[in-house]
């Protein structure tokens, strides 16, 4: 190994080399499980703060492995994001969080002021037909196109501000939600929320879980209130923890929150339940 250049010894690294085959087989398993049907959502609310009623919910991605259990979509999205496999994952996700709304609303066990609120990552976005697959969607379950919300990080718009005015656009029209999720967490400029139809601002985990009921923790998020506030839009705080969060954002008037203090994203048949419950926090 000693005649190899420091370069070639890396490539020999058994703890390189592993981390290498590690990712060539989540990969593998990542196409076999489009096909196979191992992906499931499960759903967590989002609370009304000033009435402490469920108003919505987020879709949120989950993978169960035959053998690895269920799989984090912190590990699987970004891999799915190099490959383009998100493209397809997030077609399917999607599709199954319009069919549960709309399941629920003919159950009539929630009304069309709920919404169902769905990530879509930057490169996913960048797709040409992505109006038209959610055109379909919307079309093959009838939903109410006005309680379906998409969360789009800054980055989404960054690369392409041209094709996505356009897409956000026809969103518009069509009267879907737009959310920036991880709001404050990017390097963007704040021009674009001129420019673009967004109606919420997602407020990190990353702002949330400072708060300890102090003035100094607040950090950023009166600013972000504040901007919502000028350009009409609603705030999302996610990742509320603890009740002393919660009242610290509600003496923001922030208007909805989300976290672990209400409720883990739920599979479908929780979700249901907790939905029959109609709890009020
Ligand atoms: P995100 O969009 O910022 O979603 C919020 C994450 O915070 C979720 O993690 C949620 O389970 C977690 N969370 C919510 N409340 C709390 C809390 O009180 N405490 C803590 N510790 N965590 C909380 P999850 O489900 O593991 O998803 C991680 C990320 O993966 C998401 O972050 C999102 O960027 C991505 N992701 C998940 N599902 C999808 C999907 O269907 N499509 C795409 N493109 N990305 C997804
Ligand atoms: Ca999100
Ligand atoms: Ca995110
Ligand atoms: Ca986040």
Redesign the pocket.
């Known amino acids: 190994a000693k005649t190899l250049g420091k370069g070639q010894y890396h490539l020999f690294d058994p703890t390189m080399h592993a981390a290498a085959v590690q990712a060539l087989q989540l990969e593998n398993d990542l196409r076999k499980a489009i096909h196979q049907e191992e992906f499931v959502?499960?759903y967590?609310p989002i609370i009304s703060l000033s009435t402490g009623k469920i108003t919505g919910f987020?879709?949120?991605?989950?993978w169960q492995h035959p053998s690895r259990g269920t799989v984090?979509?912190?590990l699987f999205?970004p891999l799915?994001?190099e490959t383009g496999l998100?493209n397809s994952?997030?077609k399917l996700?999607l599709s199954l969080a319009c069919h549960q709304i709309q399941e629920w609303y003919q159950k009539k066990l929630i009304d069309e002021s709920i919404f169902m609120s769905?990530?879509?990552?930057a490169r996913?976005f960048a797709q040409l037909d992505i109006v038209e697959q959610i055109d379909q969607i919307v079309a093959e379950t009838q939903i109410n196109p006005q309680c379906l919300k998409l969360?789009i990080?800054e980055s989404a718009f960054i690369n392409n501000a041209q094709s996505a005015k356009a897409i956000l656009q026809a969103l518009r029209q069509r009267q879907i939600q737009l959310s920036i999720?991880?709001f404050g967490t990017g390097y963007s400029s704040l021009s674009y929320l001129h420019n673009f139809p967004v109606d919420t601002l997602?407020v990190?985990?990353s702002f949330?879980?400072k708060l300890d009921g102090t003035l100094e923790s607040l950090g950023l998020i009166p600013a972000i209130k504040k901007i919502a506030e000028t350009m009409k839009m609603s705030v999302v705080a996610?990742?509320?923890?603890t009740e002393k969060q919660l009242a610290q954002l509600r003496e923001l008037n922030c208007e909805f929150g989300?976290?672990?203090?209400f409720a883990?994203?739920l599979p479908k048949k929780e979700a249901t339940e907790l939905i029959v419950a109609s709890p009020k926090w």
Do not use: M, W
């Not at 769905?118 to 990552?121: D, F, H, K, P, R």
């Not at 996610?238 to 923890?241: K, P, R, Y």
């Not at 989300?258 to 203090?261: H, K, P, V």
């Open positions: 959502v499960h967590q987020e879709a949120l991605v989950r984090s979509p912190a999205i799915a994001e998100i994952i997030g996700v769905v990530n879509i990552s996913q969360e990080t999720d991880d997602k990190d985990r949330v879980s996610e990742g509320i923890e989300q976290g672990y203090f883990k994203p």
